[in-house]
Structures are given as structure tokens and as C-alpha cells.
């Protein structure tokens, strides 16, 4: 599998661009696995911030998702922004299909690449963020202050779990 050649590190810090724009209109791919086994699928729920003295990210993953038995079993997860409008087809594909049924890189054309942090993530990305799971939780009914939203996202009672994590690094695509 190839490594990231054409990415350059990039201070967490440094990033640009707004974060509500990046998670809710150009979404993002959550992978997690190695190169022996990973699965991936999109996302626009999430969070960046600083927590604990280190800069963070926040994923929330239902657990019927076939990503969540990865996000489990692994220490660390990316998120790959392709930029505003790109590879919409293919977001599209991996937000609607499972992992359990299909090969999400065969079918959207997507290469799979190596991070230095031994994650996984997409050459076509315009960013990847590669973070390692410091903390994880389940959404619970009893805490939320506005019931109302409870019963309107969660009518079949599948909490998100939550994992924050340190972002080990942040790779911009060169150029
Ligand atoms: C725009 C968009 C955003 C999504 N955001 C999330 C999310 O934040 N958390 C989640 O669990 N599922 C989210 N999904 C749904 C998963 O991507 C979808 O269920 C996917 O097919 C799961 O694939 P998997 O079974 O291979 O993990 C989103 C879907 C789309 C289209």
C-alpha cells in the first residue's frame, strides 16, 4: 500500500478553514484499521477542539456502523477532507453503504494509504487528520438537558459512542 508522498505535516495550529464548514458541508471519512484490514465511512458529526493541553477531535459512531468494530479494536482513527464539493460520489457511496457488503475503495476508486501512524486514509484527501483514542463514552438518554432532542435523533435508542483523541498529525496535500 502506498504512504503519504505527496502530503506535507502541518501544525494542528496552522490548520485553515472553518471547522463547522468542514464537518457539515464537505464531510469527512472516518478509517480506522491497518493495511491488513480497515473500514472507512463518512461522517459530518464531530469535533475539534483543545482538551487536556492537547488539540482533539471528537468522532461519534453508531454501533451497527461496521466502522465501530474498527474504532473499537484499534488505537487510532483518521479523517480525510477531500475539499468542498470533491469526491461527493463517493462520500455519498460510503455514507449509504456498510463495509460488511461491499469494498468501499473498489467501488468509489479510492486509494488506501499507509499514515505514518500506522492508520489508514485516502491519497485523493486534500487533508488528513491522524488521531490516537485518549477517551470513550456512549451518549446517554438520562444526560441529556433537552429531552426533546433525545427522542428526535435517537428514536431507536442507538447512542453514538464518542472517542476524543489527540491529533498525532495533521498532513496537508502539497501543492
Ligand atoms: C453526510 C453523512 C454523515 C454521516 N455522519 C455519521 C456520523 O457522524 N456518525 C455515524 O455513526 N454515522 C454517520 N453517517 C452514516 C454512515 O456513514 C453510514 O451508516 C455508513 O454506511 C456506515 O458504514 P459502515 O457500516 O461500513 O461503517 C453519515 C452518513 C452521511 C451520508
Same mark, same amino acid.
Given at each position: #500500500?502506498?504512504?503519504?508522498? =505527496?502530503?506535507?505535516?502541518? =501544525? ?10 468542514? !464537518?457539515?458541508?464537505?464531510? #469527512? ?7 491488513? *484490514?480497515?473500514?472507512? #465511512? ?5 469535533? /475539534?477542539?483543545?482538551?487536556?493541553? +492537547? ?12 466502522? &465501530? ?9 483518521? !479523517? ?12 455519498? /457511496?460510503?455514507?449509504?453503504?456498510? %463495509?460488511?457488503?461491499?469494498? +468501499? ?20 484527501? @486534500?487533508?488528513?487528520?491522524?488521531? @490516537?483514542?485518549? $477517551? ?6 438520562? #444526560? /441529556?438537558? =433537552?429531552?426533546? !432532542?433525545?427522542?428526535?435523533? $435517537?428514536? *431507536?435508542? =442507538? &447512542?453514538? @459512542?464518542? $472517542? ?6 495533521? $498532513?496537508?496535500?502539497? %501543492?
Amino acid at each position: #500500500m502506498k504512504r503519504l508522498n =505527496d502530503f506535507e505535516l502541518i =501544525d494542528p495550529f496552522a490548520l485553515k478553514g472553518n471547522v463547522f464548514e468542514m !464537518l457539515d458541508k464537505e464531510w #469527512m471519512l472516518i478509517t480506522a484499521g491497518d493495511k491488513e *484490514t480497515f473500514n472507512t #465511512m463518512t461522517a459530518s458529526w464531530g469535533s /475539534f477542539g483543545f482538551l487536556w493541553r +492537547k488539540p482533539i477531535s471528537i468522532i461519534y459512531v453508531r454501533p451497527q456502523r461496521h466502522t &465501530y468494530k474498527f474504532t473499537e479494536a484499534n488505537s487510532t482513527y483518521t !479523517l480525510s477532507f477531500f475539499g468542498k464539493g470533491n469526491q461527493r460520489k463517493a462520500l455519498a /457511496f460510503c455514507g449509504a453503504n456498510s %463495509g460488511r457488503d461491499v469494498d +468501499k475503495p473498489k467501488e468509489t476508486g479510492l486509494t488506501p494509504v499507509c499514515t505514518p501512524g500506522g492508520g489508514i486514509a485516502f491519497a485523493e484527501a @486534500r487533508l488528513i487528520v491522524e488521531c @490516537r483514542k485518549l $477517551y470513550t463514552d456512549d451518549i446517554k438518554p438520562e #444526560m /441529556f438537558t =433537552d429531552v426533546g !432532542l433525545e427522542t428526535e435523533i $435517537y428514536p *431507536t435508542k =442507538d &447512542y453514538h @459512542r464518542f $472517542y476524543i483523541g489527540v491529533i498525532e498529525g495533521c $498532513y496537508a496535500k502539497k %501543492g
